[in-house]
């Protein structure tokens, strides 16, 4: 009887939130909503002005070539470190200047080593980068002056700079010793661990923008859809019981809601998928460690509330996109309750979420759009660099003074590369 009470709700909701968005189709005003302070504030910010980028000129071995020996590293979703790069090299903050820098960009691919599937192998990045630092602290005297404390780096793997897929070893290997001083823009981000450092910049995963802008849908469309997931919910080649895939968020997805009339939910992806997505008024985003899920992107885009399950999850842009008010987070060991927690959210607060996910500024930050446009990704990082300006005098070193240890990390990191 419980069940169908659910269900009821649920349908009067839909019917609600269907009647509420066409009946105000002829008023955009009333259908968005902005953040009012500093949120809505800084994701408008023109990052033109606030700061200078000097951008290295490395032998193409560390990009052009690497992405020239594998173009599907312009889909996968770590993308955004070759996006940056041609961002940079035809933005206004690009200085030729480097002695009037305020940051110093150097642009080498370390997520361009694919499998024959598609995913990224991370086991050459580190003596990658390594080669690349040592090129510009010989060549040029800015990395010298501060060991790095003025550079930032675009380290878009599964867990930043340790440069590993796996956790565990990630968590043994650390962040690239001669990066300790440098911001690193990244796609995870976790509360207390060592591959996330203070001042990190965590940005979302590269999601192809021409191809969900094809997909979409009349704004009126009603929303029939109360929660919606395709994905893998098990590892099956790695982790078959599912309780290291997501933190075994996913699998408990699938054991608890697999046959709930409220959760369309799937591993097949059907040709409707953006679609679908836009008929939802809940999309499921059970990232476990790893913020750089596509649907997180997806969901912002297409207006489908995001419900976060992951503890300790520091979201893309967290200082300037407002999570709180337009998510529904969900602590991981409450997913069997996901039900309840859903079902018990008033339509008001579902109709003001999905108003402030309207808005063009919230959906335009998570995007790297191909030409850029202003409030992109793109102006968000350099926003979120501005932001760290002026730097603090223990950016400069003293004379004689020497911090990083060149020598530290696996053995392997130190061969040549």
Not at 214 to 227: E, G, M, N, Q
Request: proline share 9%; aromatic share 12%; hydrophobic share 40%.
């Amino acid at each position: 009887m419980e069940g169908w009470v659910w269900v009821c709700w649920v349908i009067s909701c839909l019917l609600f939130l269907s009647i509420t968005s066409s009946g105000e189709s002829t008023d955009h005003n009333r259908r968005t909503e902005r953040i009012s302070g500093s949120a809505g504030d800084v994701l408008e910010d023109d990052p033109v002005g606030r700061l200078k980028v000097f951008i290295y000129d490395l032998p193409s071995k560390y990009n052009k070539k690497i992405l020239q020996k594998d173009p599907r590293c312009l889909n996968h979703m770590f993308a955004a470190e070759i996006f940056m790069h041609k961002f940079l090299l035809s933005s206004q903050v690009r200085t030729l200047d480097p002695e009037e820098a305020d940051w110093f960009y150097t642009p080498v691919y370390t997520t361009c080593d694919l499998t024959p599937n598609g995913l990224p192998l991370p086991f050459k990045s580190p003596r990658m980068m390594r080669s690349a630092i040592q090129l510009i602290s010989s060549r040029w005297p800015f990395w010298n002056r501060t060991q790095g404390a003025d550079h930032f780096f675009v380290v878009p793997h599964d867990f930043g700079a340790c440069f590993h897929y796996k956790e565990q070893i990630a968590i043994e290997r650390g962040i690239l010793p001669v990066l300790e001083r440098a911001t690193l823009v990244q796609t995870f981000g976790q509360k207390n661990h060592v591959c996330l450092r203070e001042g990190s910049i965590t940005i979302p995963p590269f999601a192809p923008p021409q191809k969900m802008q094809a997909h979409l849908i009349p704004a009126d469309t009603p929303r029939s859809i109360f929660v919606y997931f395709r994905g893998l919910f098990y590892d099956v080649g790695n982790d078959p019981e599912g309780g290291y895939y997501a933190r075994g968020a996913r699998a408990s997805v699938w054991e608890n809601f697999k046959d709930n009339p409220l959760f369309d939910i799937s591993t097949e992806h059907p040709l409707t998928y953006y679609e679908d997505m836009q008929r939802a008024i809940f999309c499921l985003c059970p990232l476990g460690w790893a913020p750089w899920s596509p649907r997180l992107v997806e969901g912002v885009i297409f207006g489908c509330i995001p419900v976060i399950i992951a503890d300790d999850i520091v979201l893309p842009f967290a200082d300037a996109i407002p999570w709180e008010e337009i998510g529904v987070f969900v602590s991981e060991e409450d997913v069997p309750k996901l039900d309840t927690i859903l079902t018990s959210i008033s339509p008001e607060v579902i109709l003001r979420k999905q108003r402030l996910l309207a808005n063009p500024s919230m959906k335009q930050a998570m995007l790297f759009p191909q030409p850029v446009q202003p409030g992109d990704a793109f102006h968000q990082i350099l926003n979120g660099l501005a932001r760290k300006l002026p730097h603090g005098r223990d950016v400069y070193l003293k004379p004689g003074e020497k911090i990083l240890n060149w020598t530290a990390g696996p053995v392997g990191d130190l061969k040549p590369w």
